[in-house]
Each structure stands twice: as C-alpha cells, then as structure tokens.
C-alpha cells in the first residue's frame, strides 16, 4: 500500500520556525511534493524534491532523504497568513502524475 | 495566464443522479489530474489524462469516469450517487506529467449529495 504520515496539528507563534516531518512508504516513489491549502483554498504548489537534500525558497525549505524514507517541511519567519493545512504527497508513478498524499498538518501561526 | 477553472463551483445533488464536473487547465498544459477530498479520506487520486488518453487510475468504483477532450479540456462524472460521494473535487494541470512536473490546482468543486 502508499501511506505518508504527517502531524495532524502543530501550533507556532510568529516569527518562529516550524518544521513539518513526512515519513513515507510508497511501492513507488519519484519525488516528494509540498502544498498548502487555506480553508475554502485550493491546495497551491510550495516545493518538490526529487534528490535527497535541501530545497529553499524564500522562506520555505522542503528536505527529503530516500534513504530514511522522510522529508520535512521548514517554515521560517512565521506569519499570521501561513495558518494553513499543509501536505506532502509523493510522486508515485514515473510515467504521470499520481500523486499520493498525507492526511495534511494543520498549522496554526499565534500571534 | 489564467489558471486552472472549474465549474460549477457548487453542486447539489441527490442519491441516485448522475453529475458532470469540468475543468479548463492552464493554457499548454496537457496533463489533467482529477482529485477527491473529503475530511475522512484526505485528498485521493481519481484519474489522469494526457493528450485524451486515461494514463493512471485510482482506487475508485467504475462510476466515477473521466475523459479528455482535444483541448485538454476534461470532464469526469460520476453516476449513481452517493451520499458518500459528497466531497470536494479538485482538478490539476501540469504541462506534460513528467515526474519533475508541477500540478496547479483549480479551486474545486463542492458536490453535496443529499
């Protein structure tokens, strides 16, 4: 079977850091994906990793290790609007674009 | 460029009828994926289609169908409904599916069926 497990909630204040952890098993797996979805949203495209390593950009950085089967997402310089649902999802199949996704973190930024 | 539209935006049904949903990807985008939220179940894979051709399928009973048109333009429906068919669906498109490729959701389409 596919499963990705995440945190179901984690609660920051702004202006800090928060790191959101994915652990993974996949029959397949071709990279890991990271989205963001506001209530009422549609899930927005935040970063993807396809080799083991750190991705950045601005202040998000999504990590990912094959061999640990684990990725994570880093928030820094938290602000009020980053209050989201956050998923990872996994890029199952190398020849489209399944994507398996985790329950989601819902993330609250207090003030 | 216009991002990924689908209509209708809300739709309510009842157990037994049938719906069509539609989505409009991004301009040059051939890739439309089809997704099921539901707070119970997350986000679930349904389908996907490349140049009018289903390429992957999800775990999905056979009332739930897609397809494609030359446009890349994509319908799915679903037939027989139930009332655990009630769930946010999401469209996205990406240029052409590669494993690198990104996927742009719509805003979805909240179906109720009562």
């Known amino acids: 079977g596919q499963s990705l497990e995440q945190p179901s909630e984690v609660t920051a204040v702004e202006g800090a850091i928060v790191q959101i952890n994915c652990t993974y098993q996949t029959s397949g797996f071709y990279g890991l994906s990271w989205y963001q979805q506001h209530d009422g949203g549609a899930p927005t495209f935040l970063s993807y990793n396809a080799l083991d390593g750190l991705e950045e950009t601005g202040r998000f950085s999504s990590f990912l290790s094959r061999s640990d089967s684990y990725g994570y997402l880093l928030l820094q310089e938290l602000q009020m609007k980053d209050s989201a649902s956050y998923f990872c999802?996994?890029?199952?199949?190398?020849?489209?674009?399944?994507?398996?996704f985790g329950g989601g973190t819902r993330l609250m930024v207090k003030p | 460029k216009a991002g990924v539209t689908q209509t209708p935006r809300y739709l309510i049904k009842t157990r037994g009828q049938q719906v069509t949903l539609s989505c409009s990807p991004i301009s040059g985008h051939r890739s439309v994926s089809w997704y099921q939220q539901t707070p119970g179940q997350g986000l679930q894979f349904l389908f996907e289609y490349f140049s009018e051709t289903q390429r992957n399928k999800g775990n999905f009973p056979g009332r739930f169908s897609g397809r494609q048109f030359s446009n890349s333009r994509s319908e799915m429906n679903v037939s027989t409904l139930e009332l655990g068919d009630s769930a946010l669906y999401l469209c996205a498109s990406s240029l052409a599916g590669t494993s690198t490729d990104t996927q742009y959701f719509g805003p979805g389409t909240r179906l109720t069926v009562l």
């Open positions: 999802a996994a890029k199952v199949d190398n020849a489209g674009n399944m994507l398996t």
